[in-house]
């Protein structure tokens, strides 16, 4: 069975469990309007939670959090297109915490149609499936989902505003109606020419009603979207204006630090604090059970502080050392599998004739290594609170705090800055449950809690270690076997038990999204995930679960391919295309692109590495030569194809922000464990791509497909295969464990 028939597993698996909750939710909470969150200051007006408009403007409200990824500058356009005002004048803020915000699009965004239509069915189902996250108010950015759940949401908001100021317009000049108006830079035109600005009208059509039916603008006359365009936040984050969590600043505020047991999930025995307290400028030490915190004058002391204090930790609750973690996911594969999601043909029996190939990959531990450490400032006054602190679900985040504090959620307020790199990390509660505590103790003082790097690298949720054990075989040049496992702890399970304090029982279909639903047509086809008990704490890490199935499916496709004596790259073509043409044309765009002939000289090896993630198909060839020096990462080439580009310029980018952080993990990303503590604090021990070490890259996008995919993630999962393919297509060897570094010399 193909990758995309009309609706995928993942989907089916979510719209059945989410039809159940649709039902227990009832009609009234699927339907049901949600209240506008905005109290602007007076003279401001709200038509709707994603505006204000007043004497400055238009003011965008973006319901997802700022991270580098430019969604605020995408989010902007949405409404800016419909209502007709300026890109470039308008303000845009994060939204407060609030149900209205929710991410519909975290179960449906994904679900993918083969042609574009739907049936009554599965119409029913997508609205059903939209209940989940509106009912549980998941405000959250994650999933490669902001623009995909924006895209309607936000050009509806901007035309309604627009209907309505027309109708306040019509009102005003009692004469001609709603229809004969247009607008046109934030003012309303009568067609004798006469012109009324927003914000006269504002007032009024606050009041009004909108109309129900509002027909939005056809992309033939976007101004805006599917152009190239600068980011809204470029100037203030090229200036050093930009506030990040780091930046907070209040009056009266103290500094505080952390030293949590860095065997991680266990507690404290004891701790001396004596040579701590006597350094001036040192005002308290807390208990938190398992670590410290310091409250001093400045963060450098409370950092310097927290680390002269003596602590006796308790025990890991986990194998002490990296090979006793894989000895433990290993043994997963001894038990039956959680899940097996595709499972086409017979791939228990080798086909006559056949040859076969058995191997084992290997990926380690990895941490998130955001530019800006974990940080929350909290002011807590007894009866409320307020946390300042870079978010991806500041609801959640909410009644983290708010039960850190002992009060209730309508208690503590969540301001959300600019995060210094997200990457799935700060879709914690944990600096701001630090930040609570913290806070607590010294009340109507404002407090800023700050990591060290070494804490924020050591106490991370880090993207599990996995292994893989590939079976497969080839006839005729062609690949008629793949029969893939795949262990490794459960990100979906610990993650949800933090978040909603349950773990869900069934298949883990994210445990193995980007090897179970690749459009690959090999008549015997399996894919079995095997779910490791490790108490290692593990959550969402750029692109999750793809990251690593993405570097074992496709080191195995290129072992097939080899053994086959096929070009890869045509391999993986043939393999696709029965099964999806968009993926198979960003397969023949990096060949192109390339100039990939199958053939390189003495010196030069290049690798092609193709997957499916988050609705987007992503292709790469990456090209390395040997150098005096070491291996140098030469060029690379990228073929996406997005369904709908809003921003062309901003996709490029985050691709290739996505090949990147992939390639620095590839080639330098590991978290290791010896008595039972993470080896690594720093970047001098958990290095990445360096400028000068990054390769030329060149992207191209296309919009084949029927529906709009992510691109915040799935850059990500195809660079390490191939980079480990075009090692071998250089060396000969062929790397089946990462990182990278252990078997060779890179340029410096």
């Not at 007894?382 to 679900?393: H, K, M, P, V």
């Not at 505590?437 to 949720?461: C, G, N, Y």
């Not at 140098?632 to 922000?657: F, Y």
Request: aromatic share 8%.
């Amino acid at each position: 069975m193909g990758r995309i028939k009309k609706y995928t597993r993942r989907a089916f698996l979510i719209s059945s469990a989410a039809v159940a909750g649709g039902v227990a939710f009832g009609v009234y909470q699927a339907k049901k309007t949600l209240e506008n969150p905005l109290k602007p200051a007076e003279g401001a007006y709200t038509l709707n939670p994603y505006l204000i408009i007043d004497q400055q403007g238009v003011t965008i409200i973006a319901p997802r959090s700022e991270m580098g990824q430019g969604v605020h500058s995408t989010l902007a356009a949405l409404v800016a297109e419909e209502l007709d005002v300026a890109w470039e004048d308008v303000r845009v803020l994060h939204g407060p915490g609030a149900q209205a915000y929710y991410n519909g699009a975290l179960i449906t965004g994904h679900a993918e149609y083969e042609d574009g239509a739907r049936t009554a069915w599965q119409d029913f189902t997508r609205s059903v499936m939209d209940v989940v996250p509106k009912t549980m108010a998941l405000q959250v950015t994650g999933g490669s989902t902001a623009t995909i759940d924006a895209f309607e949401k936000m050009r509806m908001a901007g035309a309604t505003a627009r209907e309505v100021l027309k109708m306040a317009a019509s009102a005003r000049w009692g004469g001609p109606t709603p229809d004969r108006l247009s607008t046109k830079d934030g003012q309303v035109i009568a067609p004798d020419g006469s012109q009324l600005k927003y914000i006269d009208l504002a007032e009024v059509a606050a009041t009004l009603t909108p109309p129900k039916d509002v027909t939005l603008r056809p992309s033939t006359e976007w101004k805006y979207l599917g152009r190239d365009m600068p980011r809204l936040d470029m100037l203030a984050k090229s200036t050093g204006t930009a506030e990040y969590g780091a930046d907070i600043l209040l009056e009266g505020m103290k500094f505080a630090s952390v030293r949590i047991n860095p065997r991680l999930g266990a507690g404290m025995v004891s701790f001396d604090a004596t040579e701590a307290e006597k350094m001036a400028g040192v005002e308290k030490i807390i208990d938190l059970g398992d670590g410290i915190a310091v409250v001093a004058s400045n963060t450098w002391l409370a950092m310097q502080a927290a680390d002269a204090v003596q602590i006796e930790w308790q025990e890991a609750p986990y194998p002490a050392t990296t090979e006793g973690l894989f000895e433990a996911i290993a043994v997963s594969f001894d038990d039956s599998p959680n899940s097996t999601l595709r499972d086409d043909g017979n791939a228990g029996v080798l086909p006559d004739g056949a040859t076969q190939i058995n191997v084992e990959y290997r990926v380690p531990y990895l941490a998130h290594a955001t530019m800006e450490p974990m940080n929350a400032t909290a002011l807590f006054s007894g009866d409320a609170l307020e946390i300042w602190t870079g978010n991806q679900a500041p609801l959640v985040l909410q009644g983290k705090a708010a039960d850190a504090a002992g009060l209730k959620d309508a208690q503590v307020t969540v301001h959300t800055p600019f995060l210094g790199g997200g990457f799935g990390r700060r879709s914690e509660s944990d600096a701001a449950i630090l930040a609570a505590k913290i806070a607590k103790t010294m009340p109507d003082v404002p407090v800023k809690v700050m990591w060290s790097r070494e804490e924020d690298m050591r106490h991370d949720f880090y993207r599990p270690a996995a292994i893989a054990r590939m079976q497969g075989a080839v006839k005729d040049g062609k690949a008629v076997l793949f029969d893939g496992k795949i262990a490794a702890p459960s990100v979906t399970r610990q993650s949800l038990k933090r978040i909603a304090g349950f773990a869900p029982s069934g298949a883990d279909a994210a445990h193995m999204e980007g090897a179970s639903n690749q459009p690959y047509a090999v008549p015997n086809y399996r894919m079995s995930g095997h779910l490791a008990d490790v108490d290692v704490p593990v959550g969402f890490w750029r692109s999750v679960g793809n990251s690593f199935n993405g570097f074992f499916h496709e080191s195995f496709i290129d072992e097939l391919a080899y053994a086959a004596g096929a070009d890869p790259l045509q391999f993986r073509i043939d393999l696709i295309a029965p099964n999806n043409a968009p993926s198979a044309n960003v397969l023949e765009a990096v060949r192109e692109m390339s100039g990939w002939t199958g053939e390189t000289p003495d010196g030069v090896g290049r690798g092609v590495a193709f997957t499916w993630s988050f609705g987007t198909p992503v292709a790469e060839v990456i090209e390395v030569v040997q150098t005096d020096g070491g291996i140098h990462i030469k060029n690379a080439w990228i073929a996406c194809d997005v369904g709908t580009a809003l921003d062309p310029q901003n996709i490029r980018a985050q691709m290739e922000s996505g090949l990147i952080y992939g390639l620095s993990a590839a080639v330098h990303g590991e978290i290791s464990f010896e008595n039972g503590e993470v080896q690594q604090g720093n970047f001098p021990d958990y290095d990445a791509i360096r400028m000068a070490t990054v390769p030329a890259i060149e992207v191209q996008i296309f919009e084949n497909n029927p529906h709009m995919g992510g691109v915040g993630e799935p850059g990500t999962p195809p660079s390490m295969p191939a980079l480990a393919n075009a090692l071998f297509d250089l060396t000969g060897v062929r790397a089946r464990e990462l990182p990278l570094s252990k078997l060779f010399e890179f340029k410096a």
